[in-house]
């Protein structure tokens, strides 16, 4: 089993910033994708950022590159996604997620893929 929990999020104004955290438990993680995705109101939960944990290399959605980094710290167990220069159209909840195993070919932001999910944390962007 594996744990989960976010941390992090809150109100921010347009253009402001927001460091998310998720702190997992329960497993080891080097053969692990850790992911972040979203869901607005009304709209299908989306793809954010990865990450895949042995080698730190960082994926993104189009909406987001640029803008959000997302990292890791191995001595912590935790995955970061920094948000700058936010929108209103990023207001959403925000999710950490981690999948057991990756493929070539097997993409990254399938929300199918993902094991294990945390509870989520609310960031809104007020404009």
């Known amino acids: 089993q594996v744990q989960l929990v976010e941390s992090g999020g809150g109100l921010v104004q347009t253009g402001g910033s927001l460091r998310l955290s998720c702190a997992a438990s329960?497993?080891?993680?080097?053969?692990?994708?850790m992911g972040w995705f979203r869901q607005a109101p009304g709209k299908e939960r989306e793809f954010v950022a990865a990450?895949?944990?042995?080698?730190?290399?960082?994926y993104y959605a189009d909406a987001v590159k640029g803008r959000f980094t997302i990292s890791k710290d191995n001595g912590k167990n935790t995955v970061y996604l920094q948000m700058n220069s936010l929108k209103p159209e990023d207001t959403a909840v925000y999710y950490c997620?981690?999948?057991?195993?990756?493929?070539?070919?097997?993409?990254?932001?399938?929300?199918?893929?993902?094991?294990?999910w945390g509870q989520g944390t609310q960031v809104t962007v007020s404009s």
């Open positions: 990450i895949k944990w042995s080698v730190g290399i960082p």
């Open positions: 997620a981690a999948r057991l195993s990756w493929f070539p070919g097997s993409g990254f932001s399938d929300r199918g893929q993902y094991d294990y």
């Open positions: 329960g497993r080891t993680f080097s053969s692990y994708v």
